[in-house]
């Protein structure tokens, strides 16, 4: 058994893409691709420009539906974005309604849910805290700076308390300082709160920094070129992190893989259990 398999064994598996394709009419941009993620798992997904992470991400939300294959959340086929999962989007200045102040945007897909008033306030405020906003849920949006804006969307994902948040290029819009804050905001959530979290980026530090595991998406049409496991020590620390040697080696190996795939695949790693060849167990 590879540490792949361990890796699913070991927890229960939330999310499960079965033989998945997506074809924009004659254009096929996904193809074959198996994978699963386990429960307090954080994915993410890497993969050049055009290669399909955004439509990848929409089929596993219900915002899509694949020509091929099926997604599968906490046991039941995605149609429409399930109940227990949360989306974030890079561009948190059209999610945000700027003539709603903080708290309210916090609140509005709890009030569409049919939550009632002083339970979805209540809600909105935890969340709000939890992002380290408590102080500002009476701004406008506008008023916040870029990363604040960012923690909003991501306390109203939160405050539906969803099992597992999804979120595509979230940090791509900000500053390197605030997409660091951002990054470390959202392992300590996924820690605390023992939220799956899967995170496309087109970033290979920041995938490495964050995941536990990386799913390498590579090829025309693209197929999942390897599932990487990332067993660098916790807390993650954005010094210390970045400047152990596993660190260097596993950003070089995504680096390969995404550049020349089959090369990659062909040449094994000095430490075979570190990266997990999609062929060798890492579907479901
Ligand atoms: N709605 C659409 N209709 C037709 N083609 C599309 C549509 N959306 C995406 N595509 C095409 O599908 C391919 C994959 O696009 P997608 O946005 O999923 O890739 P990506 O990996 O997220 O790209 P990037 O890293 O540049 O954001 C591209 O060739 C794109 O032009």
Not at 255 to 275: G, H, M
Request: charged share 20%; with cysteine.
């Amino acid at each position: 058994m590879n540490e792949t398999d361990d890796r699913t064994a070991a927890n229960s598996t939330v999310l499960e893409v079965t033989g998945l394709g997506h074809s924009y009419g004659k254009h096929t941009v996904l193809q074959g691709l198996d994978f699963t993620v386990a429960k307090g798992e954080f994915l993410c997904i890497v993969g050049p420009s055009g290669a399909g992470k955004t439509t990848l991400l929409q089929c596993l939300t219900g915002l899509r539906k694949p020509t091929e294959g099926l997604v599968v959340f906490e046991g039941e086929a995605v149609r429409d974005t399930p109940r227990g999962m949360a989306v974030v989007f890079q561009d948190y200045s059209r999610s945000l309604m700027p003539w709603l102040r903080v708290i309210d945007n916090v609140a509005l897909p709890l009030r569409s849910a049919g939550v009632p008033k002083g339970e979805r306030l209540d809600q909105a405020r935890a969340a709000l805290a939890e992002v380290g906003l408590a102080d500002s849920t009476h701004a406008y949006p506008w008023q916040l700076s870029g990363g604040m804006q960012q923690r909003v969307a991501i306390a109203r994902a939160l405050a539906f308390r969803p099992h597992a948040i999804v979120m595509d290029e979230p940090f791509a819009s900000v500053d390197a300082q605030t997409r660091a804050d951002l990054e470390d905001l959202v392992i300590r959530l996924k820690e605390r709160l023992g939220i799956t979290v899967v995170l496309v980026t087109h970033d290979i530090d920041e995938a490495v920094y964050l995941a536990d595991t990386v799913l390498v998406l590579s090829g025309k049409p693209a197929s999942v070129a390897a599932l990487i496991p990332v067993d660098l020590p916790a807390p993650r620390d954005q010094l210390a992190t970045k400047a152990l040697p596993a660190f260097a080696e596993l950003r070089s190996r995504v680096y390969t893989l995404i550049r020349t795939p089959a090369a990659a695949a062909a040449e094994p790693p000095a430490d075979e259990s570190e990266v997990a060849p999609v062929s060798a167990g890492a579907g479901a």
